[in-house]
């Protein structure tokens, strides 16, 4: 069972780079990386999935090191509609033998203007 | 637009009580999830089904009970609320595409508090 760890919150200004690295240190060959952003009031939504080197889309990148043991989510130039709660998952299909879905506890992102 | 339901936003039960929470998901989706969310804790996974009258424990099922007799409904039952389990909870729900990680479509969650 993967467990993954992330910091509680962290702060940043917009027009900013934030990166929120999460730890997976015993992360299964064939487990996911998978980051999700949480506005309060609402329910979690997909931001980017990746499994080795660098996932790009219009929203973030994920940078994933060769050991696999790490993950950071970089948000380039954030903006105050960027606060929310980002967290980390890692894991593969549910109905692969024996795996289960694990979220971290969650990095709460403050944008400052 | 995946839209994943949940029947009420805010519930107060009394301790004993049995607690019904209800999530309907419109995109035929194979697989369904409960969580709760708690400060500092994050989510955690209760149950999770990926067919229908299929059910699979996650981390913290001690205390609940699902039942899914249909494709797009997945129903958590608190048989006897307790004051422990004053939580907001997420119902998801997901295709199965194989061997990557299924994306989870979220629920506005159910902020429960028991009395």
């Known amino acids: 069972l993967a467990k993954t760890t992330q910091p509680i919150s962290m702060d940043s200004y917009e027009g900013q780079e934030v990166n929120i690295t999460c730890s997976h240190n015993?992360?299964?060959?064939?487990?996911?990386i998978t980051w999700y952003q949480q506005f309060p009031s609402q329910g979690p939504r997909f931001i980017i999935q990746?499994?080795?080197t660098k996932v790009t889309n219009e929203v973030a990148s994920l940078f994933i090191p060769a050991d696999r043991k790490s993950s950071t989510l970089s948000l380039p130039r954030v903006s105050l509609s960027d606060t929310a709660v980002y967290y980390c998952?890692?894991?593969?299909?549910?109905?692969?033998?024996?795996?289960?879905?694990?979220f971290g506890g969650g990095t709460r992102v403050l944008v400052k203007p | 637009d995946v839209k994943v339901t949940q029947s009420s936003r805010y519930l107060v039960k009394r301790t004993g009580e049995k607690v019904f929470l209800e999530c309907v998901q419109d995109?035929?989706?194979?697989?369904m999830f409960w969580y709760r969310q708690d400060p500092g804790l994050g989510l955690r996974l209760i149950y999770f089904?990926?067919?229908?009258?299929?059910?699979e424990k996650g981390d913290i099922p001690e205390g609940y009970s699902v039942s899914r007799e249909k494709k797009e409904r997945f129903s958590l039952i608190l048989e006897s609320a307790s004051t422990n389990q004053t939580s907001m909870y997420l119902c998801?729900?997901?295709?199965?595409?194989?061997?990557?990680?299924?994306?989870?479509?979220f629920g506005p969650g159910t902020r429960l508090t028991v009395l």
């Open positions: 998801a729900s997901s295709a199965y595409s194989g061997e990557i990680t299924d994306t989870q479509y």
């Open positions: 089904s990926y067919d229908v009258k299929m059910k």
């Open positions: 998952l890692v894991g593969a299909s549910i109905k692969a033998a024996g795996n289960k879905l694990t």
């Open positions: 015993n992360i299964a060959t064939n487990d996911y």
């Open positions: 995109m035929d989706h194979e697989n």
């Open positions: 990746g499994y080795k």
